[in-house]
């Protein structure tokens, strides 16, 4: 970064540029060498607020809080109200374990930007650790025990009473003291269960410092092996002491006798749960079904679906007014997981009985869904038609362009599958109307390429063309490279068949060409001998409406023109005769 002859040189580069340096070393977990970058950015803008955080971030990655701590002040010293200056700072003071004053900064970010995630897991975490470390007056029980009616009685019977308890506990404490050897032992226990995996590294570092060799010599950066030993240590050291205030050995003792607790509950059917309050426990269970169906666990989905069918099935309406609305989405539920397991028929059934639930009770929504539901069922069965029928009676209840564009879609999609092609590029056109009013860039690329493949099948090429270089710059646009790669093979495809539709038509009219002339380099009694095919070449070009003569009446009519010219008479011969004899 200087330069090793100039005594007094500065950087080589500007501000930004070792900024951006620091950036990316920071991002490949290169801390030292950001650090450097960073320092020298501050040299030539000292008061540089970003420089100034990102410098704090790289020291708390390098485990230096207090250096952490001194750049996030000064970044804070212009402006109280910085952002991410005041995050730096309560991840500073968090790091060094004062966790009450990491709560005041994370509580003032919040209060100034509350969108910002980031202060309120802050604030968890330091209250939480302020939990672990002093405790909750919730965890606190207080008990009476024995007989408590000598509070009543005089202060001199209650001092008579007291003295002989406060001269036993001193024999305890002597016998303590002569108990502190297996200290150590019990200290490193409780130290190899906060480092966990680290505990290992520190065993080997505390074993070099015992080899005298090695600690003599020095790495090929000029820094002595035994300094970074002992920064080693040093550094899991006050990792150690931070984690003992974060989470001590008695919170996580009681942790996992909570989570332990907790899974042995979890064990137990919610039934209590679900007669207390079964909204919250239909709400809590759909949730779950839904997530597990988006995580790709359908089987999983499928059984709380069934389980959860099952309970509410067995309340009444008073336990569940909208119990129709309920067990219609349950249906739905189940027919989805079945649907992802490839259960296309058992899926059938159950949308269709969500859709019978909602004609019963005219549960309008229930009824968009159900249609929805089963027009998927049927397209994944290949029963396109039936999933057309559905969908276009769905297409009046959807209520926003998003909904519409993607009904449009699937139905010229169908219509694709059904070679119905004019009816596909028109439900393309519209799908791509009503994403461009969505403004959703992902739905208008797919509805671009719907209507391309569309001209395609219709014989237009060229539209072809032009509506796959749209589609694939959308594509580009979006960065979906494995569009952006289907749609070139496409467009390659179209262009190769207009490339081979002109190539076609050209060697018909090079090949009636070639005929001409080969025609007017033979001898004449050689053309009157075939004027029968040269008279159906005529009738094939359609240059000629008169009906076709046999080869003897051409003969004659030949030879009378030949006598004429011989004669000096002027011939007016028919047009059939006359191109012929040209020839």
């Known amino acids: 970064m200087y330069d090793e002859e100039g005594e007094e040189e500065g950087p080589k580069s500007s501000f930004v540029t070792y900024l951006s340096e620091g950036d990316k070393l920071f991002d490949n977990g290169e801390y030292r060498k950001a650090l450097e970058s960073y320092s020298t950015a501050l040299e030539m803008q000292s008061e540089d607020k970003t420089c100034l955080v990102a410098r704090a971030k790289c020291y708390l990655a390098l485990g230096d809080s207090d250096a952490a701590l001194r750049d996030a002040e000064a970044a804070l010293k212009d402006d109280k109200e910085y952002i991410k200056g005041l995050l730096m700072k309560a991840e500073a003071l968090y790091s060094k374990g004062d966790f009450e004053h990491s709560l005041v900064f994370y509580h003032r970010g919040h209060k100034l930007r509350p969108e910002v995630d980031e202060f309120r897991l802050g604030i968890q975490k330091a209250q939480e650790a302020i939990n672990n470390s002093v405790g909750t007056p919730s965890s606190v029980?207080?008990?009476?025990?024995?007989?408590?009616?000598?509070?009543?009685?005089?202060?001199?019977?209650?001092?008579?009473?007291?003295?002989?308890?406060?001269?036993?506990?001193?024999?305890?404490?002597?016998?303590?003291?002569?108990?502190?050897?297996?200290?150590?032992?019990?200290?490193?226990?409780?130290?190899?269960?906060?480092?966990?995996?680290?505990?290992?590294?520190?065993?080997?570092?505390?074993?070099?410092?015992?080899?005298?060799?090695?600690?003599?010599?020095?790495?090929q950066t000029g820094m002595a092996i035994y300094e970074l030993v002992t920064d080693g240590i040093q550094y899991l050291d006050t990792r150690t002491e931070?984690?003992?205030?974060?989470?001590?050995?008695?919170?996580?003792?009681?942790?996992?006798?909570?989570?332990?607790?907790?899974?042995?509950?979890?064990?137990?059917?919610?039934?209590r749960e679900a007669a207390a309050d079964p909204a919250n426990?239909?709400?809590?269970?759909?949730?779950?079904?839904?997530?597990?169906?988006?995580?790709?666990?359908?089987?999983?989905?499928?059984?709380?679906?069934?389980?959860?069918?099952?309970?509410?099935?067995?309340?009444?309406?008073?336990?569940?007014?909208?119990?129709?609305?309920?067990?219609?989405?349950?249906?739905?539920c189940i027919g989805n997981a079945l649907l992802e397991l490839g259960k296309m028929g058992d899926a059938l059934q159950h949308h269709q009985k969500d859709m019978d639930l909602a004609e019963k009770h005219n549960l309008e929504d229930a009824r968009s869904r159900a249609l929805d539901n089963l027009g998927r069922v049927y397209a994944r069965m290949g029963k396109f038609e039936k999933a057309i029928e559905n969908w276009e009676h769905k297409l009046p209840m959807a209520k926003t362009p998003l909904e519409k564009t993607w009904l449009y879609h699937e139905i010229g999609r169908c219509n694709l599958e059904l070679n119905e092609n004019d009816k596909a590029h028109d439900y393309g056109e519209r799908s791509f109307a009503e994403a461009q009013e969505a403004d959703d860039e992902v739905w208008q690329l797919n509805a671009s390429v719907l209507i391309a493949q569309a001209e395609v099948r219709q014989g237009q090429l060229e539209a072809a063309v032009q509506s796959f270089d749209r589609s694939l710059e959308m594509a580009k646009a979006q960065g979906d490279s494995a569009a952006e790669i289907a749609i070139k093979r496409a467009?390659?495809?179209?262009?190769?068949?207009?490339?081979?539709?002109?190539?076609?038509?050209?060697?018909?009219?090079?090949?009636?060409?070639?005929?001409?002339?080969?025609?007017?380099?033979?001898?004449?009694?050689?053309?009157?001998?075939?004027?029968?095919?040269?008279?159906?070449?005529?009738?094939?070009?359609?240059?000629?409406?008169?009906?076709?003569?046999?080869?003897?009446?051409?003969?004659?009519?030949?030879?009378?023109?030949?006598?004429?010219?011989?004669?000096?008479?002027?011939?007016?011969?028919?047009?059939?005769?006359?191109?012929?004899?040209?020839?």
Request: net charge negative; charged share 45%.
């Open 141 to 219: 029980k207080l008990e009476n025990k024995g007989d408590t009616s000598f509070l009543n009685k005089h202060e001199d019977n209650k001092k008579a009473a007291r003295r002989p308890a406060y001269q036993k506990p001193q024999k305890q404490t002597t016998q303590k003291s002569n108990k502190q050897a297996p200290k150590a032992k019990e200290n490193q226990k409780t130290i190899k269960q906060l480092l966990g995996e680290l505990y290992a590294d520190k065993e080997y570092l505390e074993k070099l410092l015992k080899d005298e060799d090695l600690i003599k010599g020095s790495s």
């Open 242 to 271: 931070f984690w003992r205030q974060q989470k001590p050995m008695y919170a996580r003792k009681r942790d996992k006798v909570v989570a332990r607790q907790g899974f042995q509950r979890q064990k137990k059917p919610r039934v």
């Open 281 to 332: 426990y239909i709400l809590k269970n759909l949730e779950e079904i839904d997530q597990s169906l988006a995580e790709g666990r359908a089987e999983e989905s499928l059984k709380q679906a069934e389980k959860t069918l099952k309970t509410v099935e067995s309340w009444s309406e008073d336990d569940v007014p909208n119990k129709p609305d309920v067990v219609g989405n349950l249906h739905s």
């Open 491 to 583: 467009l390659d495809d179209v262009n190769n068949r207009i490339a081979k539709k002109e190539k076609d038509s050209r060697p018909s009219s090079a090949k009636e060409q070639k005929t001409e002339e080969e025609d007017k380099q033979e001898p004449e009694p050689a053309a009157e001998t075939n004027y029968e095919e040269d008279f159906d070449k005529e009738d094939d070009t359609k240059e000629e409406e008169q009906p076709k003569e046999d080869a003897e009446e051409a003969q004659e009519k030949v030879e009378e023109q030949q006598e004429q010219k011989e004669g000096g008479e002027s011939p007016v011969p028919e047009f059939e005769v006359q191109e012929k004899a040209d020839e």
